[in-house]
T-cell receptor, first 109, second 117 residues
């Protein structure tokens, strides 16, 4: 059975303090690993898709990387507006997504 | 801007009421849409896959007679929670993917907060 585990469950950082969020997965034939950002009371907002080990993608202060077993979301010099829950998901079959529990990130000014 | 619109954003109603939630893809066609449920501080759990012009596919443990799905057009799917009870209170979120393009991610609506009194 496909599984996605995210760690830590919650993370508090000071503004400017870089860190990484982890997403470990087990899937039979990875068709895509997705990162989303979710603000309270809102739906997830798409950030990145990664398809193969070694792939990296960047957007502003965020960089996502992928290995055969896990993905990291690196956040560099974060700002308070980066505070959100970050969700990782793997594609199961043609289109279905299996989500991890998320990491609640808080950036203190 | 938003590419998937979900309405209403919040519903409060009495036990026994049926509630309809709409999900629209705004600038693309989606032959498939997805309905999720999210409990506080938990992740998204897929309830069902909505297929345009055919029956929805429900995940194990989801009652198809309780959660009616209709996908009558390439831009609209609806979820009806029939005879809702307090245990149905939750955050319901839909998503859609542009099926005209390959390797497109799912885009999500802003969710519907359902509260059954």
């Amino acid at each position: 059975e496909d599984q996605v585990t995210q760690s830590p469950e919650a993370l508090r950082l000071q503004e400017g303090e870089s860190s990484s969020l982890n997403c470990s997965y087990t899937v039979s034939g990875l068709r895509g690993l997705f990162w989303y950002r979710q603000d309270p009371g809102k739906g997830p907002e798409f950030l990145f898709t990664l398809y193969s080990a070694g792939e990296e993608k960047e957007k502003e202060r965020l960089k996502a990387t992928l290995t055969k077993k896990e993905s990291f979301l690196h956040i560099t010099a974060p700002k308070p507006e980066d505070s959100a829950t970050y969700l990782c998901a793997v594609q199961q079959g043609a289109q279905k997504l299996v989500f991890g529990q998320g990491t609640r990130l808080t950036i203190n000014p | 801007g938003a590419v998937v619109s979900q309405h209403p954003s919040r519903v409060i109603c009495k036990s026994g009421t049926s509630v309809k939630i709409e999900c629209r893809s705004l600038d693309f066609q989606a032959t498939t849409m997805f309905w999720y449920r999210q409990f506080p501080k938990q992740s998204l759990m897929l309830m069902a896959t909505s297929n345009e012009g055919s029956k929805a596919t429900y995940e194990q443990g989801v009652e198809k007679d309780k959660f009616l799905i209709n996908h009558a057009s390439l831009t609209l799917s609806t979820l009806t929670v029939t005879s809702a009870h307090p245990e149905d209170s939750s955050f319901y979120i839909c998503s859609a993917r542009n099926t005209a393009s390959s390797n497109q991610p799912q885009h999500f609506g802003d969710g519907t907060r359902l509260s059954i009194l």
